[in-house]
Every structure is written in C-alpha cells, then in structure tokens.
C-alpha cells in the first residue's frame, strides 16, 4: 500500500508568505496533511528561522517551488551567457532560503521559465545548455541538503519539457544523482495519454505529485484518472508526497491572476478537507483491489 505523504500549496490560501503567515502551519497540521510547499520570489520577504522551528516542532514537511516574482531573465535556458549566468545565481539565492526553511526539496520548472514559450521545435542547444546548468545547481542543492526536482508542465507554460519521458532524458543527460521529478495532475491532461506510463516512466526519480483536477478543482469528480495515479504509485513510488495545489478563488482570492476564472477554490479548508478524504480512500481502495 503507499505511505505517501499528503500536503497542500500554500497558494489554496495566500498569494505571498510573510511572518505573519506562520500560523497556518498550524492549520495545515490540524487537517491532517504531512508536507506543505511555500512559494518563493523576488516579493517575498520573511525570516525563514520560526518557520522552520515551527515546522519542525509540528512534524511538516517542508517544500519550496518559485512561484511568486521570478525575473523573466533569470532563465538558464536562454541562449545568452548573461541571463543564463543570471539565472543560476537566482536559483542558487531561493535554493539557499530553502536550506534556511529546513526544505527537502526546491521544485519547479527550473529548466526554464514558465511563460516563456518559443514557438518552435526545442532546439539541440537549448537541452544542452539546461543540463550542463542543471547538473551544476544538483549539485549545489545537495550541498545544502536539498533535492532539486523538476516538474514538466504543459504546452501553455513552456516549450521546454511536457512530458515524463522527457524529463527523464533530461536528467538523464543533465547527470547528477540530485535531479528528481514532479509530476502534474493538471498539466498531465494536457500533455500524457496514459497517466500510469507517465509515472512508471519516472521511475525513481519520482519524488511527488501535485494533485487537483482538470480544472484545477478539488481532486474527485473530473477527468483525471485518480485509480490509475494510485495504482502505479504503489508500483513505482509508493512514498510519493501528494501536494494539492490551486489558486485560492474565494472572494478574496487570487486565482483570476493566474489564469483560474471559475470559483474552485473558495475554501481553502474545505478543498483540503475533501480532496484528502477523497484521495486517502482512493488510494485504500486501489490497495484492496491489487
């Protein structure tokens, strides 16, 4: 059966973290999650050492992704030495407030830059460049005891990496044993035709999945293939951490800023509350029948 560890994004709730956002650690514990990931960026600020006390003291996991104010020209897979040198140092700056949080894991679409889309075929030279650049920030991740996953998203995002297999090539040719793989729930639908190839194919570099539907709704009751995911997490990654993550849509919310138009999120409480349950029994119920 998989012991796999449920969390959330901290963006069901606020768009930036601050020092005053530390008590929902607590709330996130009392719903019964294991892992939470914080968002990091150019406009957030905070001191990072209660955090991580906090967490600790609570038994959270932490994570890291970049989803909040990161330059366009911070892109290590830009032809120009000067941005490329400008992403490494602003990938290496969040990856070191990720060791001050006490993070396992800094994950994203560090390959590149989401919304920095070329259209036209990736070229040789850019998948070269990423992993010489990747290969070196593996490398200072690990230094500081944090795994640098990298998540595929889908066409819309990036023309750099949409696929499982692709990831796995990348890392493959980016060669350090500190490279993993976080898989989409969302992004997936867009771009796998069979979401348990998808994760058999990642293999042990599988570290996680973020979970919502296809439209970036509450987990159950959409098109994504929940038994499917269950099934091959059991046979690949039993221990996978399983993030729900969305944009907080409520009256308050954020969600129209990232693109989300439909009120999915209007409680963030209630979103977890329910996709757990409904995870947690999928994935019962995927054990019972194997």
Known sequence: MTTCKYGAHQFLWI???????????????????????????????????????????????????????????????????????????????????????????????????????????????????????????????????????????????????????QAVDLILMADHPNLYINLDTYHMITEERDYSSAISISGNKLRGIHACENDRGVPGGGLVPWVDVFRALENTCPNARILMETYNTGQHGFGYKRGIFKDVCPDANEFVRKGLSFLKNCAKEVHQTN
């Open 15 to 165: 768009e930036h973290w601050t020092d005053q956002s530390i008590d929902l650690l607590d709330e996130v514990r009392e719903l019964g999650l294991d892992c939470f990931e914080i968002s990091l960026g150019d406009d957030v600020s905070f001191n990072p050492v209660p955090v991580r006390k906090r967490a600790e003291q609570l038994g959270l996991e932490l994570t890291v992704g970049p989803g909040n104010v990161w330059p366009m020209e911070c892109d290590i897979s830009l032809e120009s030495v000067e941005y490329q040198h400008s992403g490494m140092e602003w990938h290496r700056r969040i990856i070191r407030k990720a060791a001050e949080l006490g993070a396992v894991a800094y994950c994203g679409a560090t390959y590149g830059h989401p919304g920095h889309v070329l259209r036209q075929p990736v070229q040789i030279a850019e998948i070269k460049r990423i992993a010489e650049n990747l290969h070196e920030l593996a490398k200072y991740a690990e230094s500081l005891s944090v795994e640098l996953v990298i998540e595929p998203m889908s066409r819309f995002r990036t023309h750099l990496l949409h696929t499982s297999q």
